[in-house]
């Protein structure tokens, strides 16, 4: 069996899912990349990249895998339909640039005007002391200074401080329920039912962590607080909180799944095949949408 790499930290649950399936299919073929390479239409580096995370391999090269291999072409279709959603929501969008300002063309300055010169007193007569008393209307006038039209105003800084202020103040109480509840959302006994499904932690297991399930009906539908999801197919290895809502939807249903770790295990796969059975499903251990709709009621 082939000992493969770790697969990137950063890979959603659902693309690292497609990944594993895909490369039990190959260990259990018993090709190399190269005799892969061989038999269906893509080279021995994009196998590589494909079976490593690296790149997200197309329809037609799982299809081909699943065919060469004998596996169930449909079921690996939808793990692949998953995936690419997964995939292309994860890719970041390019950030629009700013449009530049034109440049305006500097305003020439008015030329100062000239002071006009001042005549020199006469000097004082003898026994006089002191300067001689100045008639009104003998100031000499004050340099006119004029200033560049389309000059920059300024602009006091004391309102626009107090202004920022006002807003920290009023926005600090709405941030604050917000970051203490992400900091709340994780660790073992978790209080994970008040969590909002739609701005969900990102999930990342960790060894020992277990997860409350706090159990309740909405419009006849049974939910354990950590997933609304009623389609995402799961299998052997995939991770994440639909995995821990499934666990705890099982545990409710009568069917141990093991700990509630959010990691689908051989326990986990057990209880889905012994649910499947008693619903009369297929029991292939795949948590699809037949599978959560039995799970919900």
């Not at 006091?156 to 401080?161: D, F, K, N, Q, T």
């Amino acid at each position: 069996m082939s000992r493969w790499s770790g697969l990137p930290a950063s890979l959603d649950h659902r693309v690292r899912q497609l990944a594993v399936q895909l490369r039990r299919l190959k260990d259990h073929s018993g090709l190399s990349l190269a005799a892969l390479a061989a038999r269906t239409p893509y080279s021995k580096s994009s196998w590589e990249r494909y079976l490593n995370g690296k790149k997200l391999p197309p329809a037609g090269a799982v299809e081909a895998l699943a065919r060469l291999c004998g596996a169930d072409v449909t079921r690996l279709l939808a793990l692949h339909e998953v995936a690419a959603q997964a995939w292309s929501a994860g890719r970041p969008v390019p950030e629009a640039r700013p449009p530049v300002p034109p440049v305006q063309p500097a305003m020439p300055a008015t030329p100062v005007q000239p002071v006009p010169r001042v005549a020199s007193a006469p000097p004082d007569p003898p026994g006089r002391s002191g300067p001689p008393p100045r008639a009104v209307g003998d100031e000499a006038p004050l340099p006119a200074v004029h200033t560049a039209p389309g000059a920059a105003r300024q602009v006091p800084l004391g309102p626009l401080v107090l202004g920022a202020l006002a807003v920290l103040v009023v926005a600090l109480p709405v941030l604050r329920p917000w970051q203490d509840h992400l900091a709340a959302g994780r660790g073992t006994g978790a209080a994970m039912a008040g969590r909002a499904f739609d701005a969900a932690p990102e999930f990342t297991p960790r060894p020992g962590e277990t997860f409350d399930c706090r159990l309740q009906r909405r419009d006849g539908a049974l939910y354990a607080g950590h997933s609304r999801t009623a389609a995402t197919v799961l299998g052997g290895g995939a991770e994440g909180w639909d995995v821990v809502e499934a666990q705890c939807l099982l545990r409710r249903h009568g069917y141990d799944p093991g700990v509630v770790d959010g990691v689908v295990g051989g326990r986990t796969l057990r209880a889905v095949k012994r649910l499947q059975a008693a619903s009369g499903l297929p029991t292939d251990g795949i948590v699809g949408p037949g599978t959560w709709k039995a799970l919900r009621r």
